[in-house]
């Protein structure tokens, strides 16, 4: 059972590049998060899915696409990176219901946008 | 609109000193959960407790203890006697219950980050 894992662990672009952050969970969650961690900002919340084909905007979606094509994996995208990218970019996941569910989160990736 | 505060930027303090981190929150919901996590210089996140809004109790766990007072909207985390191994940025976070609008979003304060020195 290996909770929520992220791939790659690191990554560093030049600008303009384009890649793909793969999270997934063996805990047959529903609902799952894309977060980014700046420093002194906290986490902010990206995009987001509450189910299979689903995805939703978060806070600071501008730049990212997501896809959940399978329940278990939820995919984020930047199509032309860009400095401002630069972050630890984290997954989540909780099972569905109201808000008490506690949300598990991946290792992080930590992308740099040169 | 949900909201966490954490005016604590960061905390130094010496091992064996007991330290609390301040989380404060508002809401409109009546029926919220507060969470607190930590983040050790690894990086990963780890979830630490969970309460909902109607339970009051303070809870302990081991040197940890966290005292939650709606009157005051806080929700406050204590180490006692610190040891070097609890170094690490604290999360507190919120999440409403309703059924619509803001139910899964799990609002974060920025974090208070704890140097423990030996």
């Known amino acids: 059972n290996a909770g929520v894992t992220q791939t790659p662990k690191f990554r560093v672009l030049k600008t303009g590049q384009s890649m793909t952050l793969l999270c997934a969970q063996d805990?047959?969650?529903?609902?799952m998060y894309w977060y980014r961690q700046d420093p002194g900002m906290g986490l902010r919340l990206i995009h987001y899915?509450?189910?299979?084909?689903?995805?939703a905007k978060g806070e600071v979606p501008d730049g990212y696409n997501v896809s959940r094509l399978k329940k278990q994996n939820f995919l984020l995208g930047l199509e032309s990176a860009a400095p401002s990218q630069t972050s630890v970019y984290f997954c989540?996941?909780?099972?569905?219901?109201?808000?008490?569910?506690?949300?598990?989160f991946g290792p992080g990736t930590r992308l740099t946008v040169l | 609109a949900q909201k966490v505060t954490q005016a604590q930027t960061e905390i130094s303090v010496v091992e064996k000193e007991d330290v609390t981190l301040d989380c404060v929150y508002e809401?409109?919901?009546?029926?919220?959960?507060l969470f607190w996590y930590k983040q050790p210089p690894s990086g990963e996140l780890v979830f630490l407790i969970r309460?909902?809004?109607?339970?009051?109790q303070n809870e302990i766990s081991g040197r940890y203890s966290w005292n939650f007072q709606k009157s005051t909207s806080s929700f406050n985390f204590t180490i006692t006697a610190s040891q070097v191994v609890d170094s690490a940025v604290y999360f507190c976070?919120?999440?409403?219950?309703?059924?619509?609008?803001?139910?899964?979003?799990?609002?974060f304060g920025k974090g208070t980050l704890l140097t423990v020195n030996p």
């Open positions: 989540a996941s909780r099972n569905v219901g109201l808000g008490g569910y506690t949300q598990y």
């Open positions: 805990m047959n969650h529903e609902y």
């Open positions: 899915s509450v189910g299979e084909g689903t995805t």
């Open positions: 809401t409109r919901d009546t029926t919220y959960y």
């Open positions: 309460r909902n809004s109607f339970d009051e």
């Open positions: 976070a919120l999440s409403e219950a309703n059924s619509g609008g803001s139910n899964y979003k799990l609002t």
